[in-house]
């Protein structure tokens, strides 16, 4: 079984940056699409980035198009999520997540995947 760790968060002033690492470890992710989801108090988990496990295919969020780059290296086994242009509705714990499913329609689903990692605190100020 996959463990996954998510690590970058911190407080950023609104316009700025932060980029987001996922490391997995117990097996290789290469064989798996990788989610990127956000959680805000007192809201659902939301999608925020997918990237695919072959070609890697990016995925994004309304939200978060123009602004966040997910990108994976599979060398290190690991994901990444940079932001810019951070708002403070950005604000929320972000968790990464594997998923086995190879249709692209189930990225955007949380329930979908099948491990996911701890959370990190992203927390934006304006």
């Known amino acids: 079984q996959v463990q996954l760790v998510e690590s970058g968060g911190g407080l950023a002033q609104a316009g700025g940056s932060l980029r987001l690492s996922c490391a997995a470890s117990g097996r290789t992710i290469s064989s798996n699409a990788m989610g990127w989801f956000r959680q805000a108090p007192g809201k659902e988990r939301e999608f925020v980035a997918a990237?695919?496990?072959?070609?890697?295919?990016?995925y994004y969020a309304d939200s978060v198009k123009g602004r966040f780059t997910i990108s994976r290296d599979n060398a290190k086994n690991t994901v990444y999520l940079q932001m810019n242009s951070l708002k403070p509705e950005d604000t929320a714990v972000y968790y990464c997540?594997?998923?086995?499913?190879?249709?692209?329609?189930?990225?955007?689903?949380?329930?979908?995947?099948?491990?996911w990692g701890q959370g990190t605190q992203v927390t934006v100020s304006s």
């Open positions: 990237v695919s496990w072959k070609i890697s295919n990016t």
């Open positions: 997540a594997a998923i086995r499913d190879r249709y692209s329609d189930s990225y955007f689903i949380p329930r979908k995947y099948d491990v």
